[in-house]
């Protein structure tokens, strides 16, 4: 049974930095793409980072390059989301997910729909 579990949220100020957890059990994370999402209230979910199968290749929204960093600990079955830089408007609840298939476009990477599993979310507030 495939299992997401987010951990790492938080309260942090302006500027500050968060390391964002996806332990995986059920499968391998290397064996599917795992992805990072945001939902602010009243909005709707956002895909922020990818990281494909096997081949590691990294996605990222266009509006948070430089800030984030996705990685894999295949050891600990683990994937990590690195918010560096935050702002206020990056509140939101953080979710991961994980598709068995490869992705094959930026598109597909952060889109909500092509993803099968998902964790039940860890909060992130930026504020003074």
């Known amino acids: 049974q495939v299992q997401l579990v987010e951990s790492g949220g938080g309260l942090v100020q302006p500027g500050g930095s968060l390391r964002l957890s996806c332990a995986a059990s059920?499968?391998?994370?290397?064996?599917?793409?795992i992805a990072w999402f945001r939902q602010a209230p009243g909005k709707g979910r956002e895909g922020r980072s990818c990281i494909n199968v096997s081949d590691g290749r990294t996605y990222y929204a266009d509006s948070v390059k430089g800030r984030l960093t996705i990685s894999r600990d295949n050891a600990k079955n683990t994937v990590y989301l690195q918010l560096n830089s935050l702002k206020p408007e990056d509140t939101a609840v953080y979710y991961c997910?994980?598709?068995?298939?490869?992705?094959?476009?930026?598109?597909?990477?952060?889109?909500?729909?092509?993803?099968?599993?998902w964790g039940r979310g860890t909060q992130v507030t930026v504020s003074s």
């Open positions: 059920g499968f391998t994370v290397d064996d599917y793409a």
């Open positions: 997910a994980a598709r068995e298939l490869p992705v094959f476009t930026p598109v597909q990477a952060m889109g909500q729909y092509e993803y099968d599993d």
